[in-house]
């Protein structure tokens, strides 16, 4: 892992995204906070910790005393949107929220100037590989407007199926942040040939 990590950095990576899941919220399991730890140790990147677990609350001290910069939540997960972000800017972290495919983006509107970002999933979360969902592209334009709207300085990201083919036209709808890991890491490539192939299809 550190060595991926590393070579994502030399390639020039802004930050690394690490997907954390319990089998509860969504049915797969991942990383936990050691991960994490292992993480902050290969590199000096932000770490973007993406909580895909029941009950993130009782958890953000650990993953922030484990090296997280930021930290979402899914807006599923919590009972009260408010509340939680301030749980998370209590741990000294940047604080995102993540929306489903299937949560309506109005869900966020009243929060927005508490938030540094939003993360739109465009896949449903739980798995890597999965092809990307053009129908939440609505969903950030909307954000994109809204953001405009109020003068936020909110960033809205988009999380799944990220590749050469999705990632220009979720840019063209408002998105500024990139999460991109399948088409990332592969066998059949170096991760800089696939940051690469991202940015050309983002420029042109």
Known sequence: MGQQIAEAEAAGADWIHVDVMDGNFVPNISFGQEMVAAARRSTQLPLDVHLMIVEPL???ESFARAGATRISLHLEAVDSLSVAMQAV?????????????GTPVEALYSDLDNLDYV????????????????ETLPKVRALR????????????????????DTAPPAVAAGADLIVAGSSVYRDDQPVAAGMEQLRRAIIQ
């Open 58 to 60: 009782k958890h953000l």
């Open 89 to 101: 800017r209590k741990t000294g972290c940047a604080c995102g929220v993540v929306i489903n495919p």
């Open 119 to 134: 993360l739109v999933m465009t896949v449903n979360p739980g798995f890597g590989g999965q092809e990307f969902m053009p």
């Open 145 to 164: 407007t809204r953001i405009a709207e109020c003068g936020s300085q909110v960033s809205i990201g988009v999380d799944g199926g990220i590749n050469a």
